[in-house]
């Protein structure tokens, strides 16, 4: 089964630090650039950030930028998002998704989309 599967959310209070994961199955991510995507309650889904197959290339929203970093181990199948100094506004359900091309920091022509990890920023 071609799929992607998210890991690494939950809970955290304000400034805290997660790291998504977000892992292949049944197919290899080096042919693919890949996009994370969040969604909060009550708004549409959002790029946050987006890497080039080759991992040489990332780029980030302007909301996230400083304190999210995407990367990429293609000998394990694996894309990260390493998340700190979380807001309350980071507050989403987290998906990640395997494209062809980054239009700035959004992943273009999705292939694959994963099921989505909550992350919840709270005191």
């Known amino acids: 089964q071609l799929q992607l599967v998210e890991s690494g959310g939950g809970f955290v209070q304000p400034g805290g630090s997660l790291r998504l994961s977000c892992a292949a199955s049944?197919?290899?991510?080096?042919?693919?650039?890949i996009g994370w995507f969040r969604q909060a309650p009550g708004k549409e889904r959002e790029g946050v950030s987006c890497i080039s197959s080759s991992g040489r290339s990332t780029n980030y929203a302007d909301s996230v930028k400083g304190r999210f970093t995407i990367s990429r181990d293609n000998a394990k199948n694996t894309v990260y998002l390493q998340m700190n100094s979380l807001k309350p506004e980071d507050t989403a359900v987290y998906y990640c998704a395997a494209g062809y091309g980054c239009s700035g920091y959004v992943c273009e022509n999705v292939r694959y989309w994963g099921q989505g990890t909550q992350v919840t920023v709270s005191s």
């Open positions: 049944g197919f290899n991510l080096d042919y693919y650039t």
